[in-house]
């Protein structure tokens, strides 16, 4: 993230910072960006978009809900997209919850 030059660095650092909240969570980085994983991958941000912030959610549909935020994408995939640091604070509650019920669901498989 210090070599990062993206115009919506200072959200994506905090989306981040929502989901590693989490201790459960593993970072790494892959496709070029942080990736988020618990057993399985989770969600990848993509810093090549420049006008907005997306977390792309790899296996979104086996959450069973958008959370109010999730834009469903094809193959089970589903987009967070976040264009200020209000929309990053809006939905970063709901953030956690969808990061939750990823654990929740690799724990009960």
Known sequence: MDQLDH??????ESVIDIITANTKIESDIKWGGPSFKFREDMATLNPRIK????????KASLLNDDFGFLEEQTK??????????ADV???????KKAVN????LMENQ
Do not use: R, S
């Not at 115009?7 to 994506?12: A, N, S, T, V, Y």
């Not at 089970?76 to 640091?85: E, I, L, Q, V």
């Open 51 to 58: 006008n907005y912030v997306v977390l792309v959610f790899h």
């Open 7 to 12: 115009p919506l660095k200072k959200e994506m």
């Open 76 to 85: 089970g995939k589903a987009y967070a997209k976040f264009y200020t640091m």
């Open 89 to 95: 604070e809006q939905h970063g509650p709901a953030l």
């Open 101 to 104: 019920a990823w654990i929740n």
